[in-house]
């Protein structure tokens, strides 16, 4: 097993993780904190693509990031997926993830490891088998301003060709034996089967994190906006950091932390509010289940 002590963020994207790496880099003395270290950065969002692409390949090394990578043996979100899909067995999860974080996070400088990756959202319960010394937080954000963020981010479902070829491919219903959407697949719009990934998605990771005693699930709207968002936030904090060799006298404060702001999405597509009656009839039937067990109100 890992032994270093390890902090894992993980979601199903925009809810902040990018956030929480760069948070914890601050907080935690001698610690490395990274944000998806196996994901090749071509958004175009990011100015510095190129630079931020050779950072990566420096870091995690030639071997892993462009050969072990190009042959699907470095990509956690895969294993997530196939989990998800019930195509990989927990053991073979567990050792795939041991032969991809062992061997990386020995040779990387720090007591403590701390990794914001989607790619663990489908091994929540492989975790404790991995990682000895660690702490698991899983954001879960509304549905209505998720589908919202990922339309208008422009990449799950939406991807050209080009980047088909190269990213990950999210799961469809039509890859989920016995899936009611699957038929429907081929007719939904972009905005259904968001709608589809929240609900599906969310709901494996939430019901594999009962496994795991040492993982938490936080909504993105109690750490962000809720008044108390800073209660929250050092809950969160007093949480992830109870692990041996974490020196809790020695943590940064994180007075002012939330006002900083990472990767927000344009307001092209518009809030719930302006949502058409087939929009919202569909983001009910498809995601109401899992909203109301959440304590969402809608």
């Known amino acids: 097993m890992i032994?270093?002590?390890?902090?894992?963020?993980?979601?199903?994207?925009?809810?902040?993780?990018?956030?929480?790496?760069?948070?914890?880099?601050?907080?935690?003395?001698?610690?490395?904190?990274?944000?998806?270290?196996?994901?090749?950065?071509?958004?175009?969002?990011?100015?510095?693509?190129?630079?931020?692409?050779?950072?990566?390949?420096?870091?995690?090394?030639?071997?892993?990031?462009?050969?072990?990578?190009?042959?699907?043996?470095?990509?956690?979100?895969?294993?997530?997926?196939?989990?998800?899909?019930?195509?990989?067995?927990?053991?073979?999860?567990?050792?795939?993830?041991?032969?991809?974080?062992?061997g990386f996070i020995s040779k990387l400088p720090g007591s403590v490891y701390v990794e914001a990756n989607l790619g663990y959202y489908g091994l929540l319960d492989v975790i404790p088998e991995v990682f000895k010394y660690h702490r698991a937080i899983y954001l879960v954000r509304d549905g209505r301003t998720w589908v919202r963020s990922m339309l208008n981010w422009g990449e799950v479902y939406g991807k050209g060709s080009i980047r088909n070829?190269?990213?990950?491919?999210?799961?469809?219903?039509?890859?989920?034996?016995?899936?009611?959407?699957?038929n429907q697949w081929h007719v939904f719009s972009r905005f259904e089967q968001l709608c589809w990934a929240w609900s599906r998605l969310n709901e494996y990771a939430l019901n594999t994190i009962s496994k795991n005693p040492c993982a938490r699930i936080y909504k993105f709207e109690n750490i962000f906006m809720d008044e108390n968002r800073y209660q929250i936030l050092g809950d969160l904090m007093t949480f992830a950091v109870s692990l041996p060799g974490i020196d809790s006298e020695s943590l940064k404060q994180t007075d002012g932390w939330l006002e900083h702001k990472t990767h927000q999405s344009s307001n092209k597509f518009p809030g719930q509010e302006k949502w058409t009656k087939d929009q919202r009839v569909q983001f009910e039937k498809i995601c109401g289940p899992l909203m109301v067990k959440l304590g969402y109100e809608f």
């Open 3 to 102: 032994e270093r002590p390890t902090i894992l963020v993980t979601s199903i994207g925009r809810t902040g993780t990018e956030f929480f790496s760069k948070f914890f880099a601050d907080v935690i003395p001698d610690c490395t904190s990274l944000h998806e270290p196996n994901t090749i950065v071509i958004t175009s969002h990011i100015e510095n693509r190129f630079e931020q692409y050779v950072q990566q390949v420096r870091r995690a090394g030639i071997w892993r990031m462009v050969f072990l990578k190009s042959l699907g043996k470095w990509n956690l979100a895969k294993l997530s997926d196939s989990r998800f899909l019930g195509v990989l067995s927990f053991q073979k999860a567990t050792r795939n993830l041991y032969t991809q974080r062992a």
């Open 165 to 182: 070829l190269f990213s990950h491919k999210w799961p469809t219903a039509k890859d989920v034996s016995n899936d009611e959407c699957a």
